[in-house]
């Protein structure tokens, strides 16, 4: 079965003008991709097609294996591992850093093209790292507060003790 990709790509172009001109010198791209246990799928960048397809090339340009949590943190962070690419690696670099770039809400086309409950599990999962990383930016704070308090006692003993002698 394959989804034409055309629209989608088309918005990605007016979020983002000159996404396709960073691209368009990959064509045609054929890759893999393999999620954790879902059944491995497949994108066709063509100059005539572009395709999402519900089965892998026999012959792909290069494949991509994430697992779930590594999966979300390349949509949250734009950051793929290296050691997940097989194949052109180069290639791979050169698309996903054009994707990187692109300034779009990702939770709005997951929610408009995939559905609203795609889009709850990811929302649910971006606030749960944003509340995390609010956690340790306030921890941060603390200790650089506790180190400046340690440092002006030190700095306090030291004055103590030569004044005494």
Known sequence: ????LNKFLQEL??????????????YPLKFNIEVSSMAKFSITLDHDAETFNFSEHPKPIFSLQLNIFSALNALN??????QSISGDAETALILFSALANIDIDIELLVYKYFGDI??????KVIANKSQSQEVSLQEN????ILRSFRDI????????HVLIN
């Open 153 to 160: 006692s030190i700095r306090l003993d030291r004055l103590e």
């Open 77 to 82: 962070n734009r950051k793929i591992p290296t």
């Open 141 to 144: 704070k603390a200790s650089k």
């Open 13 to 26: 172009e007016s979020l983002s003008p000159g996404f396709f001109k960073q691209i368009e010198c990959l």
């Open 118 to 123: 795609p889009a709850l599990m990811l929302r």
């Open 1 to 4: 079965m394959h989804v034409a």
